[in-house]
């Protein structure tokens, strides 16, 4: 293949909501990456003062000098209301295309790229459309905080040379985690559109890169890029006396965002099917797992509105 002869411009985006330490932590590693061409945040109408921050940091250089300065722009725009992950997405991808983006770099505020992440990343924008790093747990890099489904069967890894062992010429194909340091070019933003923004969290990204594959994208994880994530806890609590997990959360709006999506993106992408297992999967775990009452109504009334394209349930939980 060709060696592309100028340097793609690189635009990080960055959704945040009330992580306001983590987010300094963050841009600051941002700024100090030199693939990085500019920095966008967008604030989940955060009241920590994160909006008050980026206002402040947006006046301390002054764009016409920036190159002479080589610091890297960073640029902040804060919702009128909290539209979650999934809005922060939307709205931030849009932002870096109307920025001129060859790549968007997209991330939560609570990882933190490895240094040399996105040059690593940049080896393979020959080959790839939508790719990303492996995200490793801060406390132990040797673990990952999102297991991995390797793909052509079953097998999930949780620890990094698990994931190394699996790869093919330093990537593992087919596999990506966003949205923690993924890079996604402009012609597949252009082919598949945005993140659906009506999600709020969980799923989003998953549908992304579902809609991504549909559309013959070329997909993998890097294993020589890193981001280090607090870890998130157990994500899948077994059952069925350990055949399988489901995702619990003790947060009901997790749970109501996680049930009535999942099943739409089972139902959109895998057929019916599967959607009817996950609701038979719902009904065990609530019922022989851990019996809920109360968590069976949720799920049920979180997976009908999703069915009659109803995505204003969530907002309940956010009062």
């Not at 030199?34 to 920590?48: C, F, I, K, R, Y």
Request: aromatic share 8%.
């Amino acid at each position: 293949m060709t060696e592309p002869t100028t340097s793609p411009r690189v635009v990080a985006v960055v959704v945040t909501f009330n992580r306001l330490p983590l987010l300094q932590r963050l841009v600051a590693r941002l700024r100090e990456v030199p693939q990085v061409d500019e920095v966008l945040v967008v604030d989940n109408a955060s009241t920590d003062g994160t909006g008050e921050w980026l206002a402040g940091l947006e006046g301390q250089v002054d764009p016409s000098e920036v190159q002479m300065a080589a610091v890297t722009p960073v640029l902040g725009r804060t919702l009128d209301r909290n539209r979650g992950g999934a809005g922060g997405f939307h709205d931030g991808l849009a932002w870096a295309m109307e920025r001129g983006a060859d790549l968007a770099w997209l991330m939560d505020d609570d990882g933190l790229p490895d240094p040399d992440c996105l040059a690593t990343l940049l080896q393979r924008r020959d080959e790839l459309d939508f790719w990303g790093p492996v995200v490793v747990a801060e406390d132990d890099p040797t673990r990952l905080v999102f297991p991995i489904r390797l793909p052509g069967g079953t097998r999930v890894v949780h620890r990094i040379d698990e994931v190394v062992g699996a790869a093919a010429d330093g990537v593992v194909r087919d596999v990506v985690i966003p949205f923690n340091g993924v890079l996604v070019t402009r012609e597949l933003v252009e082919r598949i559109g945005l993140v659906r923004e009506e999600f709020f969290i969980w799923g989003d990204d998953h549908e992304y890169r579902l809609r991504a594959e549909r559309a013959g994208a070329r997909t993998a994880t890097v294993v020589g890029a890193r981001v280090r994530h607090p870890r998130v806890g157990d994500l899948g609590t077994p059952m069925m006396l350990g055949r399988t997990t489901y995702n619990h959360s003790p947060s009901d709006l997790k749970h109501y965002c996680m049930a009535r999506n999942n099943l739409l993106n089972l139902r959109d992408y895998r057929g019916w099917p599967h959607a009817l297992a996950f609701v038979v999967k719902t009904v065990w775990f609530y019922t022989l797992t851990r019996p809920s009452a109360s968590r069976l109504w949720l799920s049920a009334r979180a997976m009908l509105a999703g069915l009659r394209g109803d995505f204003t349930g969530h907002e309940r939980f956010l009062r």
